[in-house]
């Protein structure tokens, strides 16, 4: 994409202008009679628009203005003392440590409340579910996102601590917009690859643009209304028909019925000024013998300056596998939560700046009545930075403690588990205690030396479920996962490859006192393979046209349980492949339609139950515009041009 290009859009079109020096006539096609403004996004620093008729002639222009600044701020802040966790066998931490601890943390936490943006917006997340398809476990905007960053348009950034928010994916947009305006040297004329990426980002997530001056005439934020009320954001209707039951990985507990299976999910949202957003997405699913509704996801998020404050019910990914984690995927159903954290990675002051965009967060959730200790709870944290323009590093810590039959708990007791912990049986200090280390390259223009792709993505993540040799840090039987990515593969703009390797140990996930081990309704919480298990992934996407897909995956995979006293039972084996196609004829709607054939032995761990299994799947989804009569405050067209 070169820096002499132009940029065209608006909160509803993204065109593209060719750059001359002064072009008169502009590839727009109008009816007669008509002009029309477009919006223009220039590389020679700023924004402006221009009007054009029906031949599309150059009727007038702006005079270019400076977009706001959207770097990131550094902030000042305290200090942070490092801490990498505890593990089991190991006596009480000293009081004196642990209050150095809880005020490292709290600290870290406090830092988000004194950084400065330019412009405050929606607060809503990107949920980790295709709505619109062309991904197959989660929104196909974190995909696009990693584009920009692995090629090096921005960065460095976080981007394995999800969900991501759509402001803050639609500044990642707008600082890429940036450099490719500033790109003097060239740099960037090469990569035309990523036109179409930014282009479909632009459209997405053009509200988020506008609220941060990107196609506004005069280059200002747009500003938001006091209260804003999208009663029908989307409508998706799916359906499945199954051989044999079946429990795909990664679909936020979706579970479907040997014959046909039925689901119609919905969303909507509400937005009160720049500091709330509220969300919920009911779901209804109907089979052969049985139908239920629940709400799948819905929470109130709160924004104070950089402190953004969840309580409700929302998938978490933390990791940068694309099959797994871990610790958290969407493998589970969402979890009822409390989640405090940055609404956008930070930089530290003093030598941490060295750090890089830096990302904290704190989440407790609590489990379900029906298991072993009713109503345990989770208590999880996780640092997120990214020290070199190509390397992002993660630590994670997740401990399950409390619940019916547990020693009962104060209220300081919730953060000092944390910290915390004891062998003695009888002791509520004596819980279930994880950590994942995670690192991820990001590496652009590799062609030169490795001409199989243009960019490449390498990571890792080591799950530790226990520890050895009188270390808290020093992993015994730990999992692992590894995996690479190639954004173009083949050197080919529009071709995706991913392959990804798991493997867990016995003691992944399990525990002797919480014998349901790191599960939610029967599902694993981490990667879906359980304890003792392996999982091997290849999935190949070729995006035939700008709004159609196909996709194609296959592996094979050992799947076990986080039930201690399941551990030594056979693994469910499966082989499996599996084609998809993803096709978007309009802004507003997107179809799907999927297969997969699966040969699987020791069906549900029992030796010698094996089965062949054929799963087909198709969706169609709907997304609403806006609605116009549920923005109040916000400033009339005629205001805005005005202005």
């Given at each position: 994409?070169?820096?002499?290009?132009?940029?065209?859009?608006?909160?509803?079109?993204?065109?593209r202008?060719?750059?001359?020096?002064?072009?008169?006539?502009?590839?727009l096609?109008?009816?007669?009679?008509?002009?029309?403004?477009?919006?223009v996004?220039t590389?020679?620093?700023?924004?402006?628009?221009?009007?054009?008729?029906r031949?599309?002639?150059?009727?007038?222009a702006?005079?270019?203005?400076?977009?706001?600044?959207?770097?990131?701020t550094r902030?000042?802040?305290r200090?942070i003392?490092?801490?990498?966790g505890?593990q089991?066998?190991?006596?009480?931490?000293?009081?004196?440590?642990?209050?150095v601890?809880l005020?490292?943390?709290?600290?870290?936490?406090?830092?988000a409340?004194?950084?400065p943006?330019?412009?405050?917006?929606?607060?809503?997340?990107?949920?980790?579910?295709?709505?619109?398809?062309?991904?197959?476990?989660?929104?196909?905007?974190y995909?696009a996102?990693e584009?920009?960053v692995?090629?090096?348009v921005v960065?460095?950034?976080?981007?394995?601590?999800?969900?991501?928010s759509?402001?803050?994916?639609?500044?990642?947009?707008?600082?890429?917009?940036?450099?490719i305006?500033?790109?003097?040297?060239?740099?960037?004329?090469h990569?035309?690859?990523?036109?179409p990426?930014?282009?479909?980002l632009?459209?997405?997530?053009?509200?988020?643009?506008?609220a941060?001056?990107?196609?506004?005439p005069?280059?200002?934020?747009?500003?938001?209304?006091?209260?804003?009320l999208?009663?029908?954001?989307?409508?998706?209707?799916r359906?499945?028909?199954a051989q044999?039951?079946?429990k795909?990985?990664?679909?936020?507990?979706?579970?479907?019925?040997?014959g046909?299976?039925?689901?119609?999910?919905?969303s909507?949202w509400?937005?009160?000024?720049?500091?709330?957003?509220g969300?919920?997405?009911p779901?209804?699913?109907?089979?052969e013998?049985d139908?239920?509704?629940?709400?799948l996801e819905?929470?109130?998020?709160?924004?104070?300056?950089?402190?953004?404050?969840l309580?409700?019910?929302?998938?978490?990914?933390?990791g940068?596998?694309y099959h797994?984690?871990?610790l958290?995927n969407?493998?589970?159903?969402p979890?009822?939560?409390?989640r405090?954290?940055m609404?956008?990675?930070?930089?530290l002051?003093?030598?941490?700046?060295?750090?890089?965009?830096?990302?904290?967060?704190?989440?407790?959730?609590?489990?379900?009545s029906n298991?072993d200790?009713?109503?345990?709870m989770l208590?999880?944290?996780?640092?997120?930075?990214?020290?070199?323009p190509?390397?992002?590093f993660?630590?994670?810590?997740?401990?399950?403690?409390?619940?019916?039959?547990?020693p009962?708990?104060n209220?300081?007791?919730?953060?000092?588990?944390?910290f915390?912990?004891?062998?003695d049986?009888n002791?509520?200090?004596?819980?279930?205690?994880?950590?994942?280390?995670?690192?991820?390259f990001?590496?652009h223009?590799v062609?030169?030396?490795?001409?199989?792709t243009?960019?490449?993505?390498?990571?890792?993540?080591?799950g530790?479920?226990d520890?050895?040799?009188?270390?808290?840090?020093?992993?015994?039987?730990?999992?692992?996962l590894v995996?690479?990515?190639?954004?173009?593969?083949l050197?080919r703009?529009?071709?995706?490859?991913r392959?990804e390797w798991?493997?867990?140990?016995?003691?992944?996930?399990t525990?002797?006192?919480?014998?349901?081990?790191?599960?939610f309704k029967g599902?694993?919480i981490?990667?879906?393979?359980?304890?003792?298990?392996?999982d091997?992934y290849?999935?190949?996407?070729?995006?035939?046209l700008?709004?159609?897909?196909?996709?194609l995956?296959?592996?094979f995979?050992?799947?076990?349980?986080?039930?201690i006293?399941?551990?030594?039972l056979?693994?469910?084996?499966?082989?499996?492949?599996?084609?998809d196609?993803?096709?978007?004829?309009?802004?507003?709607l997107?179809?799907?339609v999927?297969?997969?054939?699966?040969?699987r032995?020791?069906?549900?761990?029992?030796?010698?139950q094996?089965?062949?299994?054929h799963?087909?799947?198709?969706?169609?989804?709907?997304?609403?515009?806006?609605?116009?009569?549920?923005?109040?405050g916000?400033?009339?067209?005629?205001?805005?041009?005005?202005?």
């Amino acid at each position: 994409m070169a820096a002499s290009m132009l940029l065209a859009g608006s909160a509803r079109t993204v065109k593209r202008i060719p750059a001359a020096g002064r072009a008169d006539r502009l590839p727009l096609s109008l009816p007669a009679g008509a002009h029309q403004r477009v919006f223009v996004l220039t590389p020679l620093g700023g924004t402006g628009y221009v009007e054009a008729s029906r031949n599309g002639s150059l009727r007038s222009a702006s005079s270019v203005h400076v977009h706001g600044d959207v770097r990131m701020t550094r902030m000042r802040a305290r200090p942070i003392v490092p801490y990498h966790g505890t593990q089991r066998h190991r006596p009480l931490a000293s009081a004196r440590g642990i209050l150095v601890l809880l005020a490292a943390w709290l600290s870290l936490l406090a830092t988000a409340l004194v950084v400065p943006f330019c412009q405050a917006a929606t607060l809503l997340d990107v949920p980790l579910k295709p709505w619109t398809y062309f991904e197959t476990n989660r929104d196909w905007t974190y995909t696009a996102i990693e584009k920009l960053v692995t090629a090096g348009v921005v960065g460095p950034w976080v981007l394995n601590t999800k969900p991501i928010s759509r402001i803050e994916m639609a500044r990642i947009v707008a600082l890429a917009v940036r450099k490719i305006r500033e790109d003097e040297v060239g740099r960037f004329t090469h990569r035309s690859d990523l036109e179409p990426v930014l282009y479909r980002l632009m459209e997405e997530l053009a509200p988020e643009l506008e609220a941060l001056g990107i196609g506004r005439p005069n280059g200002e934020a747009g500003g938001l209304p006091w209260l804003a009320l999208q009663p029908l954001w989307k409508v998706q209707a799916r359906g499945a028909w199954a051989q044999d039951a079946e429990k795909p990985e990664n679909s936020q507990g979706l579970s479907l019925a040997s014959g046909w299976t039925g689901l119609l999910d919905f969303s909507s949202w509400l937005q009160v000024g720049d500091f709330l957003s509220g969300y919920i997405h009911p779901q209804f699913q109907v089979d052969e013998d049985d139908y239920e509704g629940r709400i799948l996801e819905g929470y109130l998020k709160l924004k104070l300056w950089n402190l953004s404050i969840l309580a409700g019910r929302e998938s978490v990914w933390w990791g940068p596998g694309y099959h797994g984690a871990m610790l958290f995927n969407n493998n589970a159903p969402p979890l009822d939560q409390i989640r405090i954290g940055m609404a956008e990675p930070i930089l530290l002051p003093w030598i941490f700046r060295y750090l890089g965009p830096f990302r904290a967060e704190l989440l407790y959730a609590r489990l379900e009545s029906n298991r072993d200790h009713p109503n345990a709870m989770l208590g999880s944290w996780r640092i997120d930075m990214s020290p070199l323009p190509f390397f992002e590093f993660g630590f994670s810590r997740t401990v399950q403690f409390g619940g019916d039959g547990r020693p009962s708990l104060n209220p300081i007791d919730y953060l000092l588990v944390l910290f915390v912990s004891s062998d003695d049986r009888n002791s509520k200090y004596d819980t279930n205690q994880l950590y994942s280390l995670d690192g991820t390259f990001r590496l652009h223009d590799v062609d030169r030396v490795f001409p199989v792709t243009r960019d490449l993505v390498l990571y890792a993540e080591l799950g530790v479920d226990d520890t050895c040799c009188n270390n808290i840090l020093w992993p015994f039987k730990p999992g692992y996962l590894v995996g690479v990515y190639f954004p173009n593969f083949l050197r080919r703009e529009n071709t995706e490859l991913r392959i990804e390797w798991a493997a867990t140990t016995s003691f992944s996930f399990t525990n002797s006192i919480y014998s349901n081990g790191i599960s939610f309704k029967g599902y694993p919480i981490a990667h879906y393979i359980g304890a003792k298990g392996q999982d091997f992934y290849g999935r190949l996407t070729e995006r035939l046209l700008p709004n159609l897909q196909v996709g194609l995956e296959g592996g094979f995979a050992k799947v076990g349980t986080t039930n201690i006293s399941q551990v030594n039972l056979p693994r469910e084996e499966r082989w499996y492949v599996g084609i998809d196609s993803s096709y978007q004829p309009t802004k507003n709607l997107s179809f799907y339609v999927g297969y997969r054939y699966e040969n699987r032995k020791n069906v549900d761990l029992a030796t010698g139950q094996n089965e062949i299994n054929h799963i087909v799947q198709f969706g169609i989804t709907y997304s609403f515009p806006v609605w116009g009569a549920g923005q109040i405050g916000r400033p009339s067209p005629k205001a805005k041009d005005r202005n």
